[in-house]
């Protein structure tokens, strides 16, 4: 989406759209049903964990020349280059060793299972799981961990838990020995998370799916001191 300008009403309808990519699997869990959410970019590819296949891993790109006498192409096309079977995740790409491939490590969070694991892929040696981080504050209930991101630093990453009594919570982790630092609560079910380029905020979204349909709102967190400093309300569920 073109996002440059203002940014009211309905961005679908005001021709902003600059592509589409809907993950579309025949060996899918659930065959050519698209589940997507949690898109991120990296290094000019974007990243999708897909419910039902996996995490896709898509790049923008220019259209071929259109031919005298050819459909229209869109404005730009998606590229899908690979898939792999995991969740919502964030990506770090390891130092190697001289003469060695990069290892590429993904957290990957699991809602149903209170765990955040650490994958490990090295060309040529493929994907091991390196370390199960179990999260959450009571080991009777499941508290759902939902979006995960990590800052531009690299050091910390940080974990929204969207089940609570009946608050959800963001926590910080400090990456490599993925030691929890610190949390703070937010509102109902806490799901997506972004840090900003400084660092220093994260903006979370909480989300309202039952009872009556009123307004949701975004967290601003001063990820420092682990302060919410905003509730902003946006729209209805």
């Known amino acids: 989406m073109d996002i440059s300008g203002e940014l009211k009403g309905n961005l679908g309808r005001q021709g902003r759209e600059i592509a589409r990519f809907m993950a579309f699997d025949p060996d899918a869990y659930v065959a050519n049903a698209p ?59 390891g130092t190697p060793a001289a003469g060695q491939e990069p290892s590429y ?77 610190s949390w703070v609560d937010l509102g109902l079910f806490p799901a997506t998370a972004v840090v900003s380029p400084s660092s220093r905020f994260a903006f979370v979204v909480n989300s309202n799916f039952y009872g009556e349909h009123v ?3 975004v967290s601003v967190v001063d990820v420092e001191s682990m302060v919410e400093l905003d509730r902003l309300q946006t729209c209805t569920m």
């Open 35 to 93: 589940f997507s959410w949690g898109p991120q970019l990296f290094k000019g590819h974007i990243f999708i964990a897909e419910h039902n296949s996996g995490l896709w891993s898509i790049k923008l790109q220019e259209p071929p020349p259109v031919l005298t006498g050819t459909p229209q192409q869109p404005l730009r096309r998606i590229l899908a280059v690979g898939l792999w079977a995991v969740a919502a995740c964030v990506l770090l790409v």
């Open 105 to 181: 490590f993904v957290y990957v969070a699991s809602e149903s299972a209170d765990e955040v694991s650490l994958l490990r892929f090295t060309p040529g040696d493929g994907l091991h799981v390196d370390k199960v981080i179990s999260v959450g504050f009571f080991p009777a209930e499941m508290e759902g961990p939902h979006g995960i991101n990590m800052d531009p630093s690299g050091e910390y990453w940080y974990l929204t838990l969207g089940h609570g009594f009946p608050f959800g919570k963001l926590l910080k982790y400090r990456t490599g020995v993925d030691t929890l630092v």
């Open 215 to 217: 307004p949701s709102t």
